[in-house]
């Protein structure tokens, strides 16, 4: 970040010094130029507390480098796509860059570098880092040691679906729809559907205008008008650039992946599974009943994948609410498994020295 504002190479600096070399510079040949900021982004899911994830990096796409429409990217990355991410070492997997010659102009670009970084195969915490981005009180500058405690006090567990997001969303099932229909040989001749999207429905009207750009008509509330579509069936993320009536279009990336009813979609850090239906079809799955939750309560489950260090109870032992139960080990930190309600052990399924993954069951209740 140091040299994106200032065009120094800190550590070759560091590297000619640690030869013996004077430096060639001084501090009055030094000046700021912009503004630039840095994401680390780890290996940690902020679904679940921010908790260490391992596992092999199946997918890593990074954003391109260099000057960009109005902001500059860096990104010093430490792993590659295939590497292992293992719970002996530091879970950091790149500080991405962003610089621009405004404050705001730089947390843009970074919202748009982090839209178009994707990882697959362990827990990370771009959604987070985007949330950041959309955040007023981020942008505004009016910070503090506890801005995570305050702004997230039940925990991260994503932004609403709405706005640019929620058109996003929906054009970009839309669109999808529409080639995997082209590509089947079974092009639709349908032009009105219903959107599944956040428990919500939103009726559309799909066409095409004069420049073969794909026009979306929410119920006669507002246009949308989707241009530059870069997506096939098998890619993770859907690009385009994506225009609401007669303004600018806004250009964006979305990660995609393909449900039996619809499409898995998550734009920053809003995510929903959306729908493209006929309007009938649309009507029946507003008689589904919602799943229920599974009971888990007399479970207590792996938070992460780690390492046993101890199971602290046995069958038949009676436990009370706040007791430890368990230690997990991970990225070289110790997790303290505790009880929440007073009970009986029926099974203990983990011992020392175990490998366990996220969620799997250590110890159960009666």
């Avoid at 178009?116 to 040691?145: I, K």
């Avoid at 706005?163 to 929906?170: K, L, P, S, T």
Wanted: overall charge negative; some cysteine; aromatic content about 8%.
């Amino acid at each position: 970040m140091t040299e994106l504002i200032t065009g120094v190479d800190l550590v070759e600096q560091m590297i000619r010094s640690a030869w013996g070399e004077e430096l060639n510079l001084t501090q009055k040949d030094l000046k700021i130029d912009g503004w630039a900021i840095e994401s680390r982004i780890y290996a940690e899911d902020p679904y679940r507390g921010f908790l260490p994830s391992i596992g092999r990096l199946v997918r890593y796409d990074q954003p391109a480098e260099g000057e960009q429409d109005g902001y500059v990217v860096r990104n010093d990355s430490g792993v590659r796509e295939g590497d292992e991410i293992s719970m002996f070492y530091d879970p950091m997997i790149a500080k991405l860059c962003a610089w621009a010659p405004t404050r705001e102009g730089a947390i843009d670009g970074m919202g748009r570098a982090l839209e178009d970084t994707h990882l697959e195969g362990v827990g990370h915490n771009v959604p987070f880092l985007a949330a950041v981005m959309e955040q007023e009180r981020f942008r505004s500058g009016v910070l503090s040691t506890s801005y995570i405690k305050d702004e997230f006090p039940d925990g991260f567990d994503g932004l609403p679906v709405a706005g640019f997001g929620r058109d996003v969303m929906i054009a970009a099932a839309a669109a999808m729809n529409e080639i995997l229909a082209e590509q089947s040989g079974d092009p639709s001749d349908r032009f009105e559907w219903a959107v599944l999207i956040g428990g919500e429905r939103q009726g559309i009207m799909v066409g095409y205008d004069d420049d073969e750009s794909l026009v979306i008509d929410l119920d006669g509330d507002h246009t949308l008008t989707l241009t530059d579509i870069d997506w096939r069936p098998g890619l993770a993320q859907f690009k385009a650039v994506l225009a609401d009536g007669a303004a600018e279009g806004r250009p964006f990336t979305a990660e995609v992946k393909r449900a039996p009813d619809g499409f898995d979609i998550r734009w920053r850090a809003s995510k929903a599974r959306v729908r493209v239906l006929a309007p009938h079809i649309a009507d029946l799955y507003a008689r589904l009943p919602e799943k229920e939750a599974a009971d888990t309560s007399k479970l207590i489950q792996s938070p992460m994948p780690g390492l046993v260090v101890s199971i602290n109870v046995k069958p038949g032992q009676a436990v009370q609410s706040g007791e430890a139960v368990a230690v997990i080990e991970a990225m070289k930190m110790q997790n303290i498994l505790r009880a929440e309600h007073d009970g009986t052990v029926k099974t203990v399924s983990a011992a020392a020295g175990d490998s366990v993954a996220a969620d799997d069951v250590l110890v159960e209740f009666e």
